[in-house]
């Protein structure tokens, strides 16, 4: 039976949903309160360049994305390049990311590299993932490498990305990140990753259409501001000051956002969301006459730079002799560094790309912008998953899930596309 489904949210976990929906024969109605579709994968002109605001990259293990590629009829946008990472330490970009490069890694010792390399081929060929989910991860990765290799290797990828909560996350969870890109090579000598033609824009431009050309509607600029629960059931949704009839709703916003949106949950539901923490990120993203490096990844350990490291992203996907970096500044949003001006992130990122490659002048720099956005990653604890209410929540009628519910997977497009089509069988059957 047909059935009319609010969405929440039209970033790729939500087009997923509606996707779904409309292939299935229902009619979803997508409320987004930005003006375009895609979330952090959502294009925006850069002087003149369509492009994202928040890199991204695929996997060989991209497996839903790549579905719905095939689905659309646009597998032959993807590509697969060979890719190389480098490391920035001690004042110089070494080589980095396969065995020699581990071996000729200068500034660590061949015992701490032996330690370093089983760790990281041990995860890789790991299935199983419960035994590690009540599991510390800064601890595990201590014990797994040792001190020495903790402190030239991991430390300041913990402390860049998380701060006051690197030494409260599940081991589950690094795991995750650590396998799916040990599995994106073709031989222990080298990475493979993928890009489209066009970018995310062609991806999620291909699934609007679908879900369009299938009886979908998409509200842009409309945000659910309520979901009306009444007698345990799903009544509608109120937005752009009107009170719209559902059968069922299937949120896919941030969940700090759902106590606001959903102030009728039961109190538990509600605390457990509000219990949920997020980090934030500045991204910057860079123009330039010239490339930095020849790396599409580059780890950084420099104790003038707080970052964890940058995305070359031409380097993987060319794009007409123009070169493009990504840096991230990943910080807790209550943390005095996110209200910082855009300028001061900018001017540390000139600053640090200048010291990299110091053959970069001011006049190589075309143009910079930063980008924010404030619930940019959930924070992993040890046990996530127990203290997530189920993405079927006690109500009749209603779903809720954000990137949080595919751990102990890191947030990417192939997660949420997989997730979001599994609730709308769910809640279309």
């Known amino acids: ?18 996707y779904q929906l409309a292939r299935d024969g229902h009619e979803p109605v997508v409320y987004e309160a930005d003006d375009r579709v895609g ?9 003149g360049t369509s492009i994202e605001r928040y890199y991204h990259f695929h ?12 689905e659309l009829g646009l597998s032959s946008k993807m590509h697969w390049v060979a890719t190389k990472m480098g490391y920035w330490y001690r004042g110089e970009v070494q080589e980095w990311g396969n065995p020699i490069a581990l071996l000729k890694f200068r500034g660590l010792g061949l015992a701490a590299k032996f330690r370093y390399g089983l760790h990281a081929f041990l995860s890789t060929k790991r299935d199983d993932w419960k035994p590690l989910d009540h599991v510390e991860a800064s601890g595990w990765i201590k014990r797994n490498v040792g001190p020495e290799a903790w ?17 409260n996350l599940s081991a589950a969870w690094i795991w995750s990140r650590i396998r799916r890109i040990g599995r994106s090579r073709y031989n222990l000598f080298k990475e493979k990753l993928g890009y489209l033609d066009g970018g995310s824009e062609t991806l999620l431009e291909g699934m609007r259409a679908d879900i369009l050309q299938h009886g979908g509607i998409l509200r842009l600029k409309t945000p659910a501001t309520r979901v009306v629960i009444e007698g345990g059931k799903v009544k509608g949704v109120e937005a752009g000051g009107e009170f719209a009839p559902f059968d069922k709703v299937i949120s896919t916003i941030p969940l700090p956002y759902v ?25 910057v993203i860079a123009k330039l ?5 020849d790396n599409f990844w580059l780890n950084t350990n420099d104790e003038e730079m707080d970052i964890p490291g940058l995305v070359e992203y031409t380097n993987l996907r060319p794009m007409n002799g123009e070169h493009i970096v990504y840096v991230p500044f990943y910080v807790p949003g209550e943390h005095p560094k996110f209200a910082e001006p855009d300028q001061a992130f900018l001017d540390k990122v000139k600053r640090y790309l200048m010291k990299i490659n110091p053959r970069l002048a001011e006049s190589d720099f075309v143009d910079m912008r930063a980008s924010r956005y404030r619930y940019a990653q959930p924070i992993c604890e040890p046990g996530y998953l127990d203290r997530l209410p189920p993405a079927k929540l ?11 519910y595919y751990y102990p997977e890191d947030r990417g497009i192939s997660e949420s596309i997989d997730f979001g089509r599994k609730m709308a069988r769910e809640a279309g059957a």
């Not at 300041?156 to 909560?165: E, G, I, N």
């Not at 538990?268 to 500045?282: E, G, P, S």
């Not at 006459?289 to 490096?293: D, L, S």
């Open 394 to 404: 006690p109500v009749d009628g209603l779903w809720v899930a954000d990137t949080s």
């Open 1 to 18: 039976m047909k059935q009319r489904i609010a969405v929440l949210g039209a970033g790729p976990m939500g087009l997923a949903v509606a």
């Open 259 to 283: 106590p606001r949106v959903m102030p009728d949950l039961p109190p538990a539901t509600l605390d457990a969301f509000r219990a949920k923490k997020n980090i934030a990120v500045v991204c």
């Open 289 to 293: 006459k010239k490339p930095v490096t």
């Open 151 to 167: 402190e030239v290797l991991w430390r300041r990828l913990f402390d860049y990305k998380f701060y006051d909560y690197s030494d």
């Open 39 to 47: 979330g952090m994968a959502a294009h925006f002109d850069f002087s």
């Open 59 to 70: 996997a060989i293990s991209d497996h839903a994305f790549l579905k719905v590629l095939d």
